[in-house]
């Protein structure tokens, strides 16, 4: 079965999921729930801003790639504009979706860290925007 996409939901339910794990000190999943919980929040943002109902297909790509794409938009775009609280340096352009399959050994305070303040950025980005009626 495949449901509808949602990134709003998946955004705040991956966001609420990876602080649970990071403050048990689950880093490895908390790590690649931020990524997720990031991507997703940044999609939410650009379809609520486009207001498109889907994605382009090129833009079906994760957080490591997607961020630069965003930050892009939001320079070249009047309608992101207000969305420049990002910074242009991506915080996940180390990070892989397919590294769920790494050891946790891999997965330190110093790897999690810029992950978690990027997914936190892309979290008051989308409380903003909820708050400012744009999605």
């Known amino acids: ?29 908390a790590d690649h729930l931020y990524g997720l919980s990031a991507e997703c929040g940044l999609k939410a943002l650009w379809l609520g801003i486009t ?7 090129r833009q079906h ?3 490591d790639r997607f961020w630069d794409e965003f930050a892009r938009l939001s320079q070249n775009t009047r309608r992101f504009r ?3 609280g990002l910074p242009p340096q991506n915080p996940f352009s180390n990070w892989n979706v397919n590294q769920r399959y790494a ?3 891999h997965f330190s305070h110093n ?24 999605i």
């Open 1 to 29: 079965m495949c449901w509808p996409e949602d990134y709003l939901d998946a955004h705040n339910r991956h966001w609420e999921d990876a602080e649970l794990l990071f403050r048990e000190g689950r880093l490895a999943n």
């Open 51 to 57: 207001g498109r109902a889907r994605l382009p297909s």
């Open 61 to 63: 790509i994760h957080i």
């Open 82 to 84: 207000m969305l420049r």
């Open 103 to 105: 050891s946790h050994q």
């Open 111 to 134: 790897f999690v860290e810029p992950h978690r303040q990027g997914a936190e950025m892309v979290h008051t980005l989308v409380q903003n925007a909820r708050q400012g009626g744009w």
